[in-house]
């Protein structure tokens, strides 16, 4: 059987790194993707006895996970808007903070607050560069239109996303200038922002000026956001298979798919029941140019197995379903557990086991 293990030693070790770096500031456990793939539920467990009460989610499933599974104090914010009236019906039914990023998102929850006769909570979402969503900086007075014509909603809070290309980025410096010019024309009319908050993951960790109100820890819970050698976080989740196969292979023979090699001598090799369908070596997002992706094609040459306490090194290229070790020089057999490393936010077809 596949299995996925989370670490919860390495997770309450990040999560002790995020709350010093928050320096008071709340933390919102951001559970998108399954909680990264560790699962929503058992992460936010984990979470919420290390002191976690905020949680924020991309997904009504989420939110309703959340919630049967005893989540009932909570807050919970749903980091996307829509006009689609079920969603909204079921987001007010679960009481989860909504999300405001436009005119016409701030409309059509008002309206189905009002229709239900009660006041729905929701933050205000600002675009200050990333697009994918908010109120553009450029346009405050639709901002203090959602604050002055929707009197079935509770605006508790405000945020925005910023870049995570590096630390110091100007660029981030630059939306967050244009994100405290958006504060202050709200504060100016009288208004009241709530809890702001701008700083995910990355700007959690390295950038001091981001941090507001609250912090949005997601990736960095895992310790799979993008790295720094100086963050101080571990590395949360691998992998762990039986070798389904172990033979020998004459000298001569061709192995793999899509790259074949053909064997310089005779070599046992051991099959591994994992590959990239299954998420193995499959990587997020980094760094754009030549010289990350000759960082990442050396890691990949790099990528090693564990037998116990032996090193297989991978025989040709990763399959879709299996890849091939060579343990020639090794001792191993049919059934021994393997151990590997892999990102749980892509992993496919594991039990997950929290340790």
Not at 50 to 60: D, H, K, P, S, Y
Not at 173 to 185: A, N, S, Y
Not at 200 to 224: E, K, P, T, Y
Request: glycine fraction near 10%; proline fraction near 4%; include cysteine.
């Amino acid at each position: 059987m596949r299995k996925l293990i989370i670490d919860k030693a390495a997770v309450k070790h990040n999560l002790a790194v995020i709350k010093e770096r928050a320096a008071g500031a709340a933390v919102y456990g951001v559970l998108t993707g399954g909680g990264g793939g560790a699962g929503t539920v058992p992460l936010a467990q984990m979470l919420r006895a290390e002191g976690v009460g905020r949680f924020a989610v991309c997904e009504i499933k989420e939110a309703e996970a959340l919630r049967q599974a005893g989540f009932v104090d909570e807050e919970i914010l749903m980091l996307r808007s829509t006009t689609d009236r079920e969603e909204l019906e079921r987001l007010v039914d679960l009481n989860v903070v909504c999300t405001i990023s436009s005119v016409d998102t701030g409309l059509a929850l008002n309206a189905l607050a009002e229709n239900r006769s009660t006041v729905v909570e929701a933050h205000i979402q600002v675009d200050t560069g990333m697009g994918f969503g908010g109120f553009l900086v450029g346009e405050p007075e639709k901002i203090l239109l959602a604050y002055r014509s929707l009197p079935n909603v509770a605006l508790s809070g405000i945020y925005t996303q910023l870049h995570a290309a590096r630390p110091n980025d100007p660029e981030a410096k630059q939306q967050l200038h244009q994100f405290h010019q958006v504060l202050d024309i709200i504060h100016t009319a009288g208004f009241e922002t709530g809890t702001v908050h701008a700083a995910g993951s990355f700007a959690l960790l390295h950038d001091d000026s981001a941090r507001f109100d609250g912090v949005r820890a997601g990736s960095a819970i895992l310790g799979r956001c993008r790295r720094t050698r100086d963050d101080r976080l571990k590395t949360v989740g691998y992998g762990e298979a039986p070798l389904s196969e172990v033979r020998w292979l004459p000298k001569g023979h061709t192995v793999g798919t899509d790259r074949p090699i053909t064997l310089k001598k005779p070599t046992r090799v051991a099959v591994l029941p994992v590959g990239y369908q299954n998420g193995y070596g499959v990587e997020r997002p980094r760094e754009s140019g030549l010289l990350p992706l000759l960082r990442a094609w050396r890691r990949s040459r790099q990528r090693t197995v564990r037998l116990g306490e032996q090193r297989a090194r991978l025989l040709g290229p990763i399959g879709a379903t299996e890849t091939l070790l060579d343990v020639t020089s090794l001792k191993c057999s049919c059934g021994d557990l393997a151990v590997f490393e892999i990102d749980p936010l892509f992993a496919r077809g594991f039990e997950v086991e929290y340790r």
